[in-house]
T-cell receptor, first 109, second 116 residues
Framework: GQSLEQPSEVTAVEGAIVQINCTYQ??????LSWYQQHDGGAPTFLSY????GLEETGRFSSFLSRSDSYGYLLLQELQMKDSASYFC??????????FGKGTRLSVIA | DTAVSQTPKYLVTQMGNDKSIKCEQN?????MYWYKQDSKKFLKIMFS???????INETVPNRFSPKSPDKAHLNLHINSLELGDSAVYFC???????????????FGEGSRLTVL
């Protein structure tokens, strides 16, 4: 089966940088995705890593190390609106995405 | 235009009742899903359909029955509702079954079901 582990909560200061880690276990691997979900909203896609290394999209970056079964989401120049839950999700091929339990990010002034 | 839309957004009902949630996507995607998000925000796959055919049926009670009249629609019918069915149900779609694509799912806004 597949499983993902990520911290349940993270708190960071506005303007700072925060990293949300995700480790996974799977027998097959296509890629690791990240989703953002605000309270009462739908999950929305942020980024995807299929290969090792860093993918940058504006203030958000995502990193993958396939040999370590590890990835992280990096959020820079934090804004209050970044307060949300962040999910890593595993694409292991032939099955729907399997989501981690989410990390609730609180950005404080 | 809403890419993935589901109705109703809120549903409050009594135990034992039967209810349906409808989902439509206008993205031209081949694959649609139902996910359940519980009170702890855990997103769990329930069903996956590809071109109207059931691909994945996770360990979901058979009180839950999905129906896909065409590849743009995936409805969820729930019989004999139980308290534990209270959750937010998300419909989603993707191209190429997300198995070989970029892993991007497009979610509807969710249907919050409360069973009393």
């Amino acid at each position: 089966g597949q499983s993902l582990e990520q911290p349940s909560e993270v708190t960071a200061v506005e303007g700072a940088i925060v990293q949300i880690n995700c480790t996974y276990q799977t027998s097959g691997f296509y890629g690791l995705s990240w989703y953002q979900q605000h309270d009462g909203g739908a999950p929305t896609f942020l980024s995807y890593n299929a290969l090792d290394g860093l993918e940058e999209t504006g203030r958000f970056s995502s990193f993958l190390s396939r040999s370590d079964s590890y990835g992280y989401l990096l959020l820079q120049e934090l804004q209050m609106k970044d307060s949300a839950s962040y999910f890593c999700a595993l694409n292991s091929g032939n099955t729907p995405l399997v989501f981690g339990k989410g990390t609730r990010l609180s950005v404080i002034a | 235009d809403t890419a993935v839309s589901q109705t109703p957004k809120y549903l409050v009902t009594q135990m034992g009742n039967d209810k349906s949630i409808k989902c439509e996507q206008n993205l031209g995607h081949d694959t649609m899903y139902w996910y359940k998000q519980d009170s702890k925000k855990f997103l769990k796959i329930m069903f996956s359909y590809n071109n109207k055919e059931l691909i994945i049926n996770e360990t979901v009670p058979n009180r839950f029955s999905p129906k896909s009249p065409d590849k743009a629609h995936l409805n969820l019918h729930i019989n004999s509702l139980e308290l534990g069915d209270s959750a937010v149900y998300f419909c989603a779609s993707s191209q190429e079954g997300a198995a070989s694509g970029p892993g991007e799912l497009f979610f509807g806004e969710g249907s919050r079901l409360t069973v009393l």
